[in-house]
Structures are given as structure tokens and as C-alpha cells.
């Protein structure tokens, strides 16, 4: 298992490899969104020599906000646009697992119809990424809308498409993660980390929400050992670092190496 940490996308992205490289993280969640991960506002390049020079690996992150369900087509096309140029961004970089997001469009359109305009975007997407190499992965953002029948049929009519399992987001609408875990398991290819009070998407420190971490942890790990970001949102690092040691003894046991 390796564990990793996304670069806040306001902030210098060169800095924020540094830190996560000096805290001890595997790899960086690689958020290229505004404004400091803009299309065009960064050198491909540098960042590369970078996560290098830190000996980092690396995964994937498009704008969570990209509109890929709208109703309104012109808005879902320009979308996966968007997110071909960063796919293009990320191939340069040598080719990896990329997150793109579920999006559905407002109450007037049926989730059937939500479903329909996504799987219009993401088959483009998928198409454009299988000539590269690039590993597809959908990140349900925890909307009323991101149930597992949802998912299910997102999953079933985008063959290639993998599963992103963000543990906050399917902590909310009295939902069960570990649920989720077990059903996609298959497809599971990246998971983000991340507490909240069930209700709220908050991004907290492991711990400080209502998820149960001793159980969920000894369910994911008898059957995954890939790649796990925390995902906690703090001015404060030491609560990421917390996280960090939390994950990794539920993980590991009292035994493991800092
Ligand atoms: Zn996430």
C-alpha cells in the first residue's frame, strides 16, 4: 500500500511536491486545476523533473467540476475538451491513472438522462485515453444522485472505466463505504481518505468524523494494496500527518515503519 497527498491547487505546485516529499508521502495526487494547475499556466516538464528528483510517484487529478453530465451540450463538450488537454498533460508526464468526476445535470433532467450525458462524455474520454495508455478512473463527488444503482449502470455502460472509491464522499446520504469497497472492488483501482459526520463533505482528519476507520481499513486491505491519498483539507498540516500515522498503524499494525 502507498500512501499519498494531493498539492493544494492554489498554491505553488513545485513547493507543494517538496513538502509532500520531505512529510514522508509515496506519491502526490497530482491536482492540476486553477489556478496554479491551469492549462497553460504550468511547464509539464518541470513538474515531472521534479516528482522525479523526489523519487515520487504520482496519480492523476482533473477539476472535480468539469460539467461532463450537463444538459447543455455544448457545456459537456467543451468539458471533455478540457480534460483531453489535461489527459494530453498527463501523458507527457509518462502515463498513469487519471480521476475524472460524476456530474449530473439539474432536477429537471431525469438521472437516466444525468446518466446518458455522462456516458456521452466519458466515452469520448475513454476512447481518447486508451490509445495512450491512460487508466480512466471515475470519482463519484457524493451528490444525492452518486447511489449504487447510479454507479452500477455508469460503470456497466463505460467498459474500461475503473472505480475511484473517495471514502468521504460515500459517507454521506446514510450511505456505507465499506459497501461500496466490496461492490466495485474489482474496479478499484485508487481510493482517497478522508472523515466527515455523514452529512457533510468536510474533508477532516482521520478520526474526527463518524466513519468507523478500524473496520473499514481491515476490510480494504484483505483485498487492496495499491495506492491511498488522504485527502484531509487543514490549514494545519500536523492533523494530515496524524491521518498519516492513523492509517498507516490501522494499516500495518503498532509495528510500522515511520
Ligand atoms: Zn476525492
Redesign the pocket.
Known amino acids: 500500500m502507498k500512501v499519498g497527498f494531493p498539492n493544494n491547487p492554489r498554491k505553488e505546485i513545485t513547493d507543494e511536491i517538496k513538502w509532500i516529499a520531505d512529510n514522508g508521502f509515496n506519491f502526490i495526487d497530482l491536482f492540476l486545476e486553477p489556478d496554479k494547475g491551469e492549462l497553460g499556466k504550468f511547464n509539464v516538464k518541470e513538474i515531472k523533473k521534479h516528482i522525479d528528483y523526489y523519487g515520487l510517484d504520482w496519480v492523476g487529478?482533473t477539476p472535480?467540476y468539469l460539467p461532463i453530465g450537463s444538459a447543455v451540450k455544448k457545456l459537456r463538450v467543451c468539458a471533455v475538451e478540457i480534460i483531453k488537454e489535461y489527459l494530453e498533460a498527463f501523458m507527457e508526464m509518462g502515463g498513469n491513472h487519471v480521476?475524472i468526476h460524476s456530474n449530473w445535470p439539474t432536477s429537471l433532467f431525469s438521472e437516466d438522462e444525468g446518466l446518458k450525458f455522462q456516458t456521452e462524455s466519458i466515452q469520448s474520454i475513454l476512447d481518447f485515453a486508451s490509445e495512450t495508455g491512460v487508466k480512466i478512473m471515475l470519482?463519484p463527488?457524493g451528490t444525492v444522485h452518486d447511489h449504487a444503482d447510479n454507479l452500477d449502470k455508469l460503470l456497466e455502460l463505460n467498459e474500461g472505466l475503473y472505480f475511484?472509491a473517495?471514502i468521504?464522499?460515500l459517507n454521506i446520504y446514510g450511505r456505507e463505504p465499506v459497501e461500496y469497497l466490496r461492490r466495485y472492488k474489482n474496479k478499484l483501482l485508487h481510493v482517497?481518505l478522508?472523515d466527515n459526520n455523514g452529512v457533510d463533505d468536510l474533508?477532516l482528519p482521520i478520526g474526527s468524523g463518524n466513519i468507523d476507520w478500524d473496520y473499514l481499513i481491515s476490510v480494504l486491505k484483505s483485498f487492496y494494496d495499491g495506492t491511498i491519498?488522504l485527502?484531509v483539507f487543514t490549514n494545519d498540516k500536523e492533523y494530515v500527518l496524524y491521518s498519516k500515522e492513523q492509517l498507516l498503524e490501522k494499516w500495518y499494525g503498532n509495528n510500522f515503519k515511520k
Open positions: 487529478h472535480w480521476a470519482e463527488i475511484l473517495d468521504g464522499h482517497h478522508h474533508h491519498t485527502e
